[in-house]
């Protein structure tokens, strides 16, 4: 039997290894680097099974306007239980209590059946029945860009992004503010969304919220989601939502939406890594995501995410060791992989694509900001930080709850 999920119990290394030996371990030794390779019949065969592995069998099959393939997968059978500390895994089908005040007018609305307030373009073609969750398949051709299942849904760096001092200003731009210094049990957000510029495949931008526990180079964890666009993953630079996880710092466990065992989903309408839209127009109608994010602390310690006014599934506390227990910092912001092509910084945009300083319905926000803190008690930030690693490039101004964020990257003051 699996322990409790509340249980903080850390994996052994022995069984971390086994699992990932298992799932992550890459397709071939040598020729993977590119996505140019050509597969031997041996590589292909490791492909097609790794495949098998990844998609779940569909009750039911959705092809979306943009290309994408949604399979509506048995609850019960989708990658979370292949997790090796979920083989005995009870199905939370609900939290057991939403934290006292913590709401938006519609939080008390857990109607499973109401609609998302944002689109999927797989929604024209029709939805996932009861019983069943949404998963965006995955192809040959993501499996053999990628070079290996190790590298696949991962993220490209390993350093922990809000530590000033461990940030390679070569690789990655941010524009993050947030809280650390006590014990959270949750925060909420909510952002606008849109459909940024990135420069080339390999570099992604993302908006999103982090909450994270532990020290980098010894045992971290992380809980994040928000919206991303990131060709390299996705084949097209539309923004789709994401979620991701990491037990230790990036190194091993952890990747994007379900690709890995870790995530329990519950909602048969949001599927992660699918486009999501309508996005803001410059200047005019903007559309925003409200996410929730807490630690059930009167049930298993699950720490569950809701999107809008839907409850979307949980992280189990068991797969973590200091998220088990509870965060140590929450942040929210920007994030752009940079790759000084040319020399040169990226033309990757972040947010709207226009600095903070542009202000109201032309920068990117994040609004009524919460946490929950140690007291369990919701309130607002306090003692924050910033962090910005190159205010010419991407900017951000604050306002009690609220802040904007964002730019184009490469302009006359960011060459």
Known sequence: ???????????????????????????????????????????????QQQLKRLNKPALKSIESPDGDIIDCVDIYK??????????????QMRPSSYPEGFSFDEINDISSN????????????????????????????????AGSVANFGRK??????????????????????????????????????????THDENEFTLSQFWLEGGEYGQDFDSIQAGAMVY??????????????????????????NLMCPGFVQLDKQIAMGAIV?????????????????????????????????????????????????SAASVRWGGEVLNYNPEGQHTTTQMGSGHLAE??????????????????????????????VTNPNCYSILTYGGLFYYGGPGRNPNCP
């Open 231 to 256: 060709e390299h993953l996705y084949q097209d630079r539309n923004t789709r939502l994401f979620l991701y996880w990491t037990d230790d710092a990036y190194q091993s466990t952890g990747c994007y």
């Open 114 to 145: 109401s609609e998302p307030e944002f689109t999927q373009p797989w929604h024209l073609n029709g939805r996932c029945p009861e019983g069943t969750i949404p998963i965006r398949r995955i192809k040959e051709e993501d499996l053999l860009r």
């Open 78 to 91: 989708q990658p979370a239980f292949d997790h090796p500390l979920l083989k005995n895994h009870t199905i």
């Open 358 to 387: 542009e202000g109201p319905r032309k920068a990117s926000f994040f609004k009524n900001l919460n946490v929950i803190d140690g007291l369990q008690i919701l309130r607002g930030p306090r003692k924050t930080t910033t962090v």
């Open 1 to 47: 039997m699996a322990p409790p999920c509340g249980s903080g119990r850390r994996w052994s290394r022995a069984v971390k290894m086994t699992f990932y030996l298992f799932f992550l371990i890459p397709m071939s030794s040598a020729g993977n680097r590119n996505t140019n390779t050509i597969f031997g019949k041996k590589q292909k065969l490791e492909v």
């Open 156 to 197: 490209k760096y390993h350093t922990i992004p809000h530590a000033q001092n461990k940030i390679d200003r070569t690789s990655y731009e941010l524009a993050t503010y947030g809280e650390a210094g006590d014990k959270y049990y949750g925060m909420m957000a909510e952002m606008n969304l849109w459909n940024p510029h």
């Open 277 to 325: 839209t309508p996005y803001s127009k410059y200047d005019g109608d903007q559309f925003a995501l409200k996410f929730y994010v807490w630690k059930d602390v009167n049930g298993r310690g699950d720490w569950w995410l809701k999107i809008n006014n839907r409850d979307f599934g949980y992280w189990p506390s068991s797969i973590f060791s200091i998220l088990s227990d």
